[in-house]
């Protein structure tokens, strides 16, 4: 683990300062409980022209503007805060430590590291999305079938991202470290490249299945047959001021993503869930395999109850966060997760009955 402090630091501030600068440049911060006239949500995205390109639970909010009515009422305007895939983490993290945004939605390790922190814009979650799987591929000729072949060869990971708990895990639990293997931190797209010509001999990464497609890797280990703590999962996070100061908004953007995923989890609706997936290039069945992948329900995917494995998986992973250096502060994760506003939601949509929290899910 020698050296990990200084990457990540590299990684979450220095790395991506540029980007940084262009998102918060020109996004007026929304007043204060006197009067707040801007709701601001991070959101993973790209863009088509100059309109920020959602998806999921985001793309169904939007489409149907149950947030955005909700909130002109009340006179209020919604701003979505484009975070690029690329630098998710540190923008969003920084954009909460600014107070520059009031909600987002992204993974666990960026929500863990900055909840370990000093900072006054620490956050909960108030609504999970769907756990999320990692691969390790190599190329398509290599011989090795297990982490353990890999050992002293070239290994890509784009460290500091939500995918690198998983791999630390799966070295640990091999007996093994980032100094059995030759490391190179480097961001997915560079890390396909990599393995696709041979630069690298193994790669660990979200995004596996269109390497295999292309005949170019193989996988050959991934969280889809571990215990439900391996996989990433995040979901809405909601600034804890902001909760404590606009309750009655909050609510209603919890309201407005219940709503959301009720609409998507009827079968009916998944055929454009899933062409939303394709927008960036990706083939439709190369999405449709990520969705479908493990044995839960549509609906079950979709659920937004807070099991009572999402609370271990956070617990495990905080703690392996701080033994691994990724973090040097304590998370407390009854303070963490809050489903309060889920329930209310699902109540106030009599929905209470309509997912088993005991279902829980698991892919993409």
Same mark, same amino acid.
């Given at each position: 683990?020698?050296?990990?402090?200084?990457?990540?630091?590299?990684?979450?501030?220095?790395?991506?300062?540029?980007?940084?600068?262009?998102?918060?440049?020109?996004?007026?911060?929304?007043? *204060?409980?006197?009067?707040?006239?801007?709701?601001?949500? /991070?959101?993973?995205?790209?863009?088509?022209?100059?309109?920020?390109?959602?998806?999921?639970?985001?793309?169904?909010?939007?489409?149907?503007?149950?947030?955005?009515?909700?909130?002109?009422?009340?006179?209020?305007?919604?701003?979505?805060?484009?975070?690029?895939?690329?630098?998710?983490?540190?923008?969003?993290?920084?954009?909460?430590?600014?107070?520059?945004?009031?909600?987002?939605?992204?993974?666990?390790?960026?929500?863990?590291?900055?909840? /370990?922190?000093?900072?006054?814009?620490?956050?909960?979650?108030?609504?999970? $999305?769907?756990?999320? *799987?990692?691969?390790l591929v190599v190329p398509v000729g290599s011989t090795a079938k297990s982490i353990e072949d890999l050992k002293g060869k070239r290994l890509a990971i784009h460290r500091g991202r939500p995918w690198e708990l998983p791999l630390l895990r799966l070295l640990t639990s091999k007996g093994l470290t980032y100094e059995d293997f030759q490391i190179f931190n480097i961001?997915?797209?560079?890390?396909?490249?990599?393995? /696709?010509?041979?630069?690298?001999?193994?790669?660990?990464?979200?995004? /596996?299945?269109?390497?295999? =497609?292309?005949?170019?890797?193989?996988?050959?280990?991934?969280?889809?047959?571990?215990?439900?703590?391996?996989?990433?999962? $995040?979901?809405?996070?909601?600034?804890?001021?902001?909760?404590?100061?606009?309750? =009655?908004?909050?609510?209603?953007?919890?309201?407005?993503?219940?709503?959301?995923?009720?609409?998507?989890?009827?079968?009916?609706?998944?055929?454009?869930?899933?062409?939303?997936?394709?927008?960036?290039?990706?083939?439709?069945?190369?999405?449709?395999?990520?969705?479908?992948?493990?044995?839960?329900?549509?609906?079950?995917?979709?659920?937004?109850?807070?099991?009572?494995?999402?609370?271990?998986?956070?617990?495990?992973?905080?703690?392996?966060?701080?033994?691994? $250096?990724?973090?040097?502060?304590?998370? =407390?994760?009854?303070?963490?997760?809050?489903?309060?506003?889920?329930?209310?939601?699902?109540?106030?949509?009599?929905?209470?009955?309509?997912? =088993?929290?005991?279902?829980?899910?698991?892919?993409?």
């Amino acid at each position: 683990m020698t050296g990990f402090n200084s990457s990540r630091r590299g990684v979450l501030a220095g790395g991506f300062a540029a980007a940084l600068g262009v998102a918060l440049s020109g996004c007026s911060v929304s007043k *204060d409980k006197a009067g707040i006239t801007t709701l601001k949500i /991070a959101v993973v995205s790209s863009f088509a022209g100059q309109k920020v390109r959602l998806s999921g639970l985001d793309y169904v909010v939007d489409k149907f503007g149950w947030l955005r009515e909700g909130l002109e009422k009340k006179g209020i305007k919604l701003e979505y805060f484009p975070a690029p895939n690329s630098a998710v983490g540190p923008i969003v993290n920084e954009a909460f430590a600014n107070h520059q945004i009031q909600f987002a939605g992204y993974s666990d390790l960026p929500s863990i590291i900055l909840n /370990a922190s000093n900072t006054t814009g620490k956050t909960k979650l108030v609504l999970p $999305g769907n756990p999320s *799987d990692s691969y390790l591929v190599v190329p398509v000729g290599s011989t090795a079938k297990s982490i353990e072949d890999l050992k002293g060869k070239r290994l890509a990971i784009h460290r500091g991202r939500p995918w690198e708990l998983p791999l630390l895990r799966l070295l640990t639990s091999k007996g093994l470290t980032y100094e059995d293997f030759q490391i190179f931190n480097i961001n997915p797209d560079a890390g396909a490249a990599a393995v /696709a010509t041979g630069g690298v001999d193994g790669l660990f990464t979200i995004s /596996a299945f269109g390497l295999e =497609d292309k005949g170019v890797a193989k996988i050959i280990w991934s969280t889809a047959d571990q215990p439900l703590d391996w996989k990433s999962w $995040g979901g809405q996070w909601v600034s804890r001021k902001f909760l404590s100061d606009q309750p =009655d908004i909050a609510q209603l953007v919890v309201d407005s993503y219940v709503r959301a995923a009720h609409w998507i989890s009827d079968e009916k609706n998944k055929d454009e869930i899933v062409l939303l997936g394709t927008r960036n290039g990706t083939p439709e069945h190369i999405v449709r395999r990520t969705y479908d992948q493990s044995n839960i329900s549509w609906k079950d995917r979709w659920s937004p109850r807070f099991p009572p494995e999402l609370y271990t998986h956070y617990r495990e992973a905080s703690a392996f966060a701080k033994q691994n $250096g990724i973090i040097t502060g304590d998370v =407390d994760v009854d303070a963490l997760l809050d489903d309060s506003l889920v329930e209310k939601a699902l109540k106030t949509l009599s929905l209470e009955t309509y997912w =088993d929290a005991s279902k829980f899910k698991t892919g993409a």
